[in-house]
């Protein structure tokens, strides 16, 4: 209660904790939020994670949350914070375990009405397709030179081997391939876990959808990225696999014991980091991006057999599928914000950066780079851009979901299966799942309102809306 007490209102979506309330505070924490959402907030340790991140060596204005935010490990879900290159620390808990978890929104030409009669078959289709489940492998088993090269170029490697379309990379944060990768700081370990998941989902919260265009805000901004009012469209949802987490588990056990040696007294164990200058700092940040570049091949490979299911169920007749973008969360970023060379973590959290910004595509840099939003299974996402004030309020950086309000356990416990079905079968939903436990533990129940927390990121500014989405099919692990 202590953090949330302590909370001071800054405008209307803006709560601040100041720098004193915590003598080992080096910046005061910034919440975007509304009075509904903070009933949530309050119910775990999600603030006190904000308050301890405060704390970080090298931290740069704020320790920041997004209304999504939720308890995480050692860094809240929905944390932002930006540490200086040359004193500040980049810390695995502060990018999470699924590097590159990220959302990819593919368009089609056809309307809901195109689709409907054959919803049931694309859903099992896909199902088939895009392997889903814990551990669950997919067709492409790599050897470790193959894997590497993944890692080294990530969705580049997926074009040469022909998987794709050229020119799909444009539509990639960072063109879907980190420069700054070395695979030679990956464990074999990693290696292992993840040279058989290219082209799966895995389990939790991720997924594979089929939406439709629900609701049009910004008509010019939808034309730019090519979407339109009951269009059938795709999101997928995923990132690393095992390989991501094998390489944070890596990297927190060669940094704890190290702390001392670095002079980081920290609150929580769990927020350890390295300085970023040091070879250790150096190595983690490779092996990330090296990750986070299997991630982006991963997407990238999955989008491919969408494509196919697509073409094996309508064939022709429905014209292609076109990837309008692809975001990364759980990354830690260099970059450039307000004259500063900052190291950008983004836990949970979505790159947003404004119109005219170098690396959009040029047809989306009069509108901003697109955010993909996803809600919980049976409610809405949306489609966001980028805005000038993100820059200036959150190193250009907003929400990446909906949030947690419940654990698992909790949801398992306290939401029934059967109702769960039911509910999503009465809105027209179709449900492609390979457990009973895992459809329950993400239920909308066990999510905030995604409506509340995209509301509040459109009025604070750090975000605009576009469109919002709602869920024909839906295939989970």
């Not at 494509?307 to 014209?319: E, N, P, T, V």
């Not at 914000?337 to 790159?351: E, M, S, Y």
Request: net charge neutral.
């Amino acid at each position: 209660m202590g953090a949330i007490s302590s909370l001071k209102r800054v405008s209307d979506y803006i709560y601040e904790i100041p720098k004193d309330f915590r003598s080992d505070m080096r910046v005061p924490a910034r919440l975007f939020a509304s009075e509904k959402l903070l009933v949530a907030i309050g119910k775990d340790r999600s603030l006190e994670q904000l308050v301890n991140t405060a704390t970080l060596p090298g931290i740069e204005r704020y320790a920041m949350a997004m209304p999504d935010i939720h308890e995480g490990y050692g860094f809240p879900i929905g944390g932002v914070v930006a540490t200086r290159v040359e004193d500040g620390i980049i810390s695995p808990g502060g990018v999470g375990y699924d590097i590159n978890c990220g959302v990819r929104l593919i368009r089609s030409e056809a309307m809901v009405s195109d689709v409907k009669l054959k919803l049931e078959e694309l859903a099992t289709q896909l199902q088939h397709d895009v392997p889903s489940g814990l551990g669950r492998g997919g067709p492409l088993v790599l050897s470790e030179q193959r894997l590497d090269e993944v890692m080294h170029k990530g969705v580049s490697w997926m074009l040469e081997q022909g998987y794709g379309e050229q020119g799909d990379n444009t539509y990639c944060e960072a063109q879907g391939t980190l420069s700054d990768a070395d695979p030679g700081f990956v464990s074999s370990r990693a290696k292992k876990r993840g040279r058989d998941q290219l082209g799966t989902i895995g389990s939790g919260n991720h997924f594979a959808e089929v939406e439709r265009v629900d609701e049009v805000f910004d008509e010019s901004a939808a034309k730019a990225l090519g979407l339109f009012k009951d269009q059938v469209v795709f999101l997928v949802h995923c990132g690393s696999r095992g390989l991501g987490h094998q390489v944070a588990t890596d990297y927190i056990r060669q940094f704890m014991p190290k702390l001392s040696g670095w002079g980081i007294v920290l609150p929580d164990r769990e927020l350890v980091g390295a300085p970023f200058h040091t070879k250790d700092g150096q190595q983690y940040f490779q092996a990330m991006n090296a990750a986070a570049n299997f991630a982006f091949a991963n997407r990238h490979f999955i989008m491919h057999n969408i494509r196919g299911a697509w073409q094996k169920i309508f064939g022709d007749s429905l014209g292609r599928l076109s990837l309008v973008y692809d975001v990364a969360h759980n990354m830690a970023k260099m970059e450039n914000h307000l004259g500063k060379q900052l190291v950008v973590h983004r836990k949970g959290a979505t790159r947003d950066f404004e119109p005219d910004s170098p690396e959009l595509p040029k047809e989306y840099g009069a509108v901003g780079q697109p955010v993909l939003i996803p809600g919980s299974m049976g409610t809405a996402s949306f489609v966001l851009v980028g805005t000038e004030k993100a820059e200036e309020l959150s190193f250009a950086t907003t929400c990446h979901g909906a949030g947690r309000r419940m654990s698992r356990t909790q949801a398992s416990k306290q939401i029934p299966y059967e109702e769960l079905v039911r509910n999503m079968k009465q809105q027209g939903i179709v449900v492609r799942s390979g457990s009973r436990r895992g459809l329950v533990e993400e239920a909308p129940e066990a999510y905030k309102d995604v409506e509340e927390v995209v509301r509040v990121v459109h009025e604070v500014g750090i975000a605009k809306r576009v469109v919002r989405l709602k869920p024909l099919a839906v295939v989970k692990g």
